[in-house]
């Protein structure tokens, strides 16, 4: 793995608005209504891959937050390889897979596709306590566990900067396949995938949640 200089975490978690609303809605995390997050074993168990996978993190203390938002099981990633910004605290699963995805999904296939190395993934933040908007309901989002990431940009070493907003649906054929790959592998990794396809609340990023749902748009 490359030798990067270690993320500074943020103090600030820029919030994305996502919004569940329009056409299916995602099946609900039962996590989100009282049921106990990861247990001990099974965070100590994903410190473990991560240390194997060479993905730098300090683990995070579990708290209860209020009003169903938690951060248990959490940690902060420090280097996953290439710089991520705007990383709060993640499910060490989400974490786990979130940093496969980049390493394993979008380097190669910007590399593949574009023609040029990946150097930043740029993201609106993790952890949120907040309900699901723009719907009559007061579910919690998937952020309000740290269960989720929201994907706005990719920047590249030629100089390129791929966004979700202004890329989707980009002219550029390369561009376009590149979005769908790694938004078809992503769709393989997360439980739900959310992108500019499911509603305008999400044109401008991708929802990537660990949820197990299987729901992908």
């Known amino acids: ?17 996502c919004i569940f609303g329009g056409g299916h809605t995602p099946p ?10 990861p247990s001990a074993r099974q965070t100590q168990m994903c410190h473990a891959d991560l240390k194997r996978i060479g993905v730098a993190f300090n683990p995070l ?16 990633l420090l280097d996953i390889g290439v710089p991520v910004t705007n990383l709060g605290a993640m499910r060490c699963g989400l974490a786990r897979t979130f940093s496969g995805w ?28 907040r309900a699901v908007v723009g719907v009559a309901s007061n579910r919690l989002s998937g952020h309000a566990i740290a269960n989720a990431v929201d994907i ?20 550029d054929p390369q561009i376009r396949a590149f979005m769908r790959v790694i938004h078809s592998s992503a769709c ?17 990023h991708f929802h990537l ?9």
């Open 61 to 76: 203390p579990n708290r209860d937050r209020g009003g169903g938002c938690s951060t248990i099981g959490t940690v902060q």
């Open 28 to 37: 609900t995390d039962q996590r989100r209504t009282g049921a106990p997050g």
């Open 1 to 17: 793995m490359p030798h990067v200089k270690r993320l500074v975490p943020l103090a600030a978690l820029l919030l994305s608005g």
């Open 102 to 129: 980049a390493r394993n999904a979008v380097a190669p296939a910007a590399r593949q596709i574009l023609g040029s190395d990946l150097v930043k993934i740029e993201t609106f933040g993790t952890y949120a306590c």
């Open 152 to 171: 706005s940009a990719f920047v590249l070493a030629d100089g390129r900067r791929i966004s979700v907003l202004d890329d989707w649906s980009s002219p």
């Open 188 to 204: 393989k990794r997360f439980g739900t995938v959310l992108s500019p396809d499911y509603n305008s609340a999400h044109r401008n």
């Open 209 to 217: 949640e660990d949820d197990g749902a299987h729901f992908c748009r």
